[in-house]
């Protein structure tokens, strides 16, 4: 049972909100909490319904307003939250590929997550907003076989549903192969097949490579391969085995390795507020013994942190 944060707000009225909205951007200071109040508490199809309420009252769009009237991590929070979540993905992507230097981690993050559908919709959000295509710039501005896994999770063309006991002993040795070797060739075979099978058939896959080698796949990958190849291989694994895990283990790594990387934080939170944010904390307060919560509160201030916490929906106990 996964579940978000973000709920639809009961009682839900676009055109108040829209005013009230109106009221907070165009007073003299901009009335932060409201936005947060309003933005954090409705579900994302809420927040389209008062995106057009409020064009429709006052001719403007919600979303420039938001970004003239703040600045910094807070205003990344408010206008990411007003994306529908296939064009939020796009906007991120886009930014990774784009800006001045390539953001890895990011492209790992969303394309080892999602599903054939969320990659299909992704792609033609990012095609629709930029006028170019997603493989394209992929192919333009990554290498190697790193790239040749995100071209493979970017066709959204993985296998659903099926399973084959037969062929998974022989997909292990392949695998486990391809630890052994590292060509070219091996190194295509072995992402193949964690970007083609089925998530059913790569939970017997990694079985059966357990069986074959003595070792978890996770741990040969890491003894075998280095770089963001590496790193991309093992998401692929990781959300296959458990999803909210690998978020919390991204989230933990975001605010206490890098002294706390906003633009990940933000991603992962806004991106799974209404699937799986739930699950990812629980995991997250099993395994570092912390509460995100706890953690967000540390190292955030101000409006950013009041946003963040909001949508990370936690409460004193959590603390």
Same mark, same amino acid.
């Given at each position: 049972q996964t579940q978000g944060t973000i709920l639809p707000a009961p009682n839900f009225n676009p055109i108040m909100d829209a005013q009230l909205l109106g009221g907070a951007l165009q007073g003299i200071s901009c009335e932060k909490d409201v936005l947060i109040d309003i933005l954090t508490q409705r579900c994302n199809s809420q927040r389209l319904m008062i995106a057009e309420a409020y064009r429709d009252m006052y001719d403007r769009d919600l979303i420039t307003d938001l970004k003239e009237n703040l600045s910094h991590h807070f205003k990344e929070v408010m206008v990411g939250l007003m994306y529908p979540p296939a064009s939020y993905d796009a906007h991120e992507l886009w930014h990774a590929l784009k800006g001045v230097d390539t953001e890895e981690k990011c492209l790992i993050d969303i394309l080892a997550s999602r599903s054939n559908m969320e990659i299909f919709q992704m792609k033609e959000a990012y095609l629709m907003q930029y006028n170019t295509d997603l493989q394209q710039d992929i192919d333009s501005e990554t290498s190697g076989h790193f790239r040749d896994t995100l071209m493979n999770l970017a066709q959204g063309t993985r296998m659903e549903g099926y399973a084959d006991p037969s062929t998974a002993a022989q997909d292990a040795m392949i695998l486990?192969?391809?630890?052994?070797?590292?060509? $070219?060739? @091996?190194?295509?075979?072995?992402?193949? &097949? %964690?970007?083609? *099978? /089925?998530?059913?058939?790569?939970?017997?896959?990694?079985?059966?490579?357990?069986?074959?080698?003595?070792?978890?796949?996770?741990?040969?990958?890491?003894?075998?391969?280095?770089?963001?190849?590496?790193?991309?291989?093992?998401?692929?694994?990781?959300?296959?085995?458990?999803?909210?895990?690998?978020?919390?283990?991204?989230?933990?790594?975001a605010?206490?390795?890098? $002294?706390? @990387?906003?633009?990940?934080?933000?991603? &992962? %939170?806004?991106? *799974? /507020?209404e699937i799986d944010l739930m699950n990812i904390r629980q995991r997250y307060k099993e395994r570092y013994g912390k509460s995100l919560f706890h953690d967000i509160k540390h190292f955030a201030s101000g409006h950013y942190e009041s946003a963040l916490l909001a949508i990370c929906a936690g409460d004193t106990e959590d603390y």
């Open positions: 486990w192969e391809a630890c052994q070797q590292k060509t $070219g060739e @091996h190194k295509n075979m072995l992402q193949m &097949i %964690l970007c083609n *099978r /089925s998530h059913q058939q790569l939970w017997m896959v990694f079985q059966e490579f357990q069986n074959i080698s003595g070792q978890d796949i996770v741990d040969a990958i890491n003894e075998c391969y280095d770089g963001y190849f590496q790193e991309l291989l093992i998401a692929i694994v990781l959300c296959i085995r458990d999803k909210p895990s690998y978020f919390a283990y991204r989230l933990y790594n605010i206490h390795d890098f $002294g706390f @990387h906003n633009k990940t934080v933000i991603r &992962i %939170l806004i991106a *799974r /507020s």
